[in-house]
């Protein structure tokens, strides 16, 4: 926990370190499928997840992808490249709706389509059931798949917990202002974690989850930890 009033940092052994200023970075966990049964879908986000799922990428297994973001096209094309039939399902009317132009978007799903992928947008999954071994993607509208695996690739959730019982301020995300610092002073936070006003889109607030990001904020933070007042401004 953070004692903000005597700025100390309390660790799980109970030890005690002091701070100047703080930095924040305690990034983001994969979203699960919140549904019945989406306990039944593997998530990515660690190297175990990944080695876990390679095991399952055989030739002419079948495959669900449960998103049609960068992770779920990802996993789609490595799949399919193994041998592996697969179906992604997307709830927007289009793959990537919230990462690129639909121009680019159409470009990658006919990239995908001529790989043998089988894509399906405006698709809602209502219940994901185990049968016999295998598993079915029930959706709202009545249609169902089938599959030996279930990936949900829908997206990361902040990891905000240690800001929010040290009373920082959240928006989705760590609230942090243009020089990422939050609303402590002495407090700053980079990554997937915060959320910050981007000059290049009017100062609407964001937060980005890539790892270049991640990495450019970092940067930023340091010289503002060390007395600089840098605003962050990265093309995203």
Same mark, same amino acid.
């Given at each position: 926990?953070?004692?903000?009033?005597?700025?100390?940092?309390?660790?799980?052994?109970?030890?005690?370190? $002091?701070?100047? /200023?703080?930095?924040?970075?305690? @990034?983001?966990?994969?979203?699960?499928?919140?549904?019945?049964?989406?306990? *039944?879908?593997?998530?990515?986000?660690?190297?175990?997840?990944?080695?876990?799922? =390679?095991?399952?990428?055989?030739?002419?297994?079948?495959?669900?992808?449960?998103?049609?973001?960068?992770?779920?096209?990802?996993?789609?094309?490595?799949? +399919?490249?193994?041998?592996?039939? +697969?179906?992604? &399902?997307?709830?927007?009317? =289009?793959?990537?709706?919230?990462?690129?132009?639909?121009?680019? %978007?159409?470009?990658?799903? !006919? #990239?995908? $389509?001529?790989?043998?992928?089988? #894509? *399906?947008?405006?698709?809602?999954? %209502?219940?994901?059931?185990?049968?016999?071994? !295998?598993?079915?993607?029930?959706? =709202?509208?009545?249609?169902?798949?089938? %599959?030996?695996?279930? +990936?949900?690739?829908?997206? %990361?959730?902040?990891?905000? /917990? #240690?800001?929010?019982?040290?009373?920082? !301020? &959240?928006?989705? @995300?760590?609230?942090?202002?243009?020089?990422?610092?939050?609303?402590?002073?002495?407090?700053?936070?980079?990554?997937?974690?915060?959320?910050?006003? *981007?000059? &290049?889109?009017?100062?609407?607030?964001? $937060? &980005?989850?890539?790892? /270049?990001?991640?990495?450019?904020?970092?940067?930023?933070?340091?010289?503002?930890?060390?007395?600089?007042?840098?605003?962050?401004?990265?093309?995203?």
């Amino acid at each position: 926990r953070i004692d903000r009033g005597s700025h100390e940092l309390a660790l799980s052994n109970e030890v005690k370190v $002091r701070y100047d /200023r703080l930095l924040l970075a305690t @990034g983001a966990i994969a979203r699960p499928l919140n549904i019945p049964g989406g306990q *039944h879908a593997l998530l990515l986000r660690s190297l175990d997840d990944a080695k876990r799922l =390679r095991k399952r990428f055989a030739p002419e297994s079948r495959l669900i992808l449960v998103g049609a973001g960068f992770i779920g096209l990802e996993l789609a094309a490595a799949a +399919v490249g193994l041998g592996c039939r +697969v179906t992604v &399902l997307e709830q927007t009317p =289009r793959i990537m709706c919230r990462g690129v132009p639909g121009t680019v %978007a159409q470009n990658v799903e !006919e #990239l995908h $389509r001529q790989a043998g992928v089988e #894509l *399906h947008c405006g698709i809602t999954i %209502a219940e994901i059931r185990k049968e016999n071994g !295998e598993f079915k993607a029930l959706a =709202r509208g009545g249609q169902e798949w089938t %599959a030996d695996t279930v +990936v949900a690739g829908i997206g %990361a959730a902040p990891q905000t /917990r #240690l800001a929010e019982t040290s009373g920082l !301020e &959240l928006e989705n @995300g760590i609230r942090v202002n243009g020089e990422l610092r939050t609303s402590d002073p002495d407090i700053y936070a980079a990554g997937d974690c915060c959320s910050f006003p *981007h000059p &290049l889109f009017e100062h609407r607030r964001i $937060r &980005l989850e890539m790892w /270049r990001s991640a990495r450019e904020q970092a940067e930023c933070a340091a010289k503002n930890l060390t007395g600089s007042h840098q605003m962050f401004q990265a093309v995203p």
